[in-house]
């Protein structure tokens, strides 16, 4: 690890730039890594931390604030590593995180009501104050859809996330979801 990437462990980079911990949660295959490697494209490239059963990505992303100027957000993605093992997640993987995605499977309805106890988990964590994103992934396979809007709508309310619908197959609003969750991080760290 370079001095840069200590120092900066948290929070500024002569105050344009700020690195945030982002975790990715949801049952087995819905996409999570699928969705990362999207937006992240051929440079991605994963550390993995076997202590935590996680694959550890960084991603840039810029921002423009109130006065409209640029603002560059490192994105430190947590994705739970393959095996199943790790779905037991405990504290260092919920451990300081700035945001969170809820990721669920549209065409999979155990996926979706498992959100809740994904949620619940970070609750219990300690999270219950970040900004999240609830994300539907797989729209490509609209045809096989499970979970209609109205029953996201609900739980985006229930659980204060936005929602969002989106496909690592095609890259359909992957980027924007990427941006959202550094943009709502960005202004939940203003509000402190
Ligand atoms: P996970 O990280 O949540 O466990 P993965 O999920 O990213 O490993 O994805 C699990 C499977 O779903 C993979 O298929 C992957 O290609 C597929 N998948 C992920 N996102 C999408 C999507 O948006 N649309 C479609 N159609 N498939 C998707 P395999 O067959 O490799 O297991
Ligand atoms: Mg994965």
Not at 132 to 145: A, F, Q, S, V
Request: hydrophobic share 40%; glycine share 8%.
């Amino acid at each position: 690890m370079t001095d840069d990437k200590k120092e900066g462990q948290l929070v500024f980079h002569g105050r344009t730039e700020m690195i945030f911990k982002i975790i990715v949660i949801g049952d087995p295959a819905v996409g999570k890594t699928s969705l990362l490697t999207n937006f992240c494209g051929e440079k991605f490239n994963y550390e993995y931390i076997p202590t935590v059963g996680v694959n550890i990505t960084k991603e840039p992303v810029t921002i423009k604030n109130d006065m409209g100027k640029d603002i560059k957000i490192n994105l430190m993605i947590w994705d739970i590593a393959g095996q199943p093992q790790f779905y037991m997640l405990h504290r260092p993987y919920f451990n300081g995180a700035d945001g969170m995605m809820l990721v669920y499977d549209l065409t999979r309805s155990s996926s979706f009501s498992n959100i809740n106890n994904w949620f619940s988990t970070a609750v219990k964590y300690g999270l219950s104050g970040i900004p999240r994103l609830l994300i539907g992934n797989k729209i490509d396979l609209n045809e096989e859809r499970k979970i209609i809007l109205p029953m996201a709508e609900h739980l985006s309310e229930k659980i204060d996330a936005p929602f969002f619908e989106t496909s690592a197959l095609t890259g359909k609003n992957v980027k924007l979801i990427f941006e959202k969750m550094a943009k709502l991080t960005f202004s939940s760290k203003l509000e402190e």
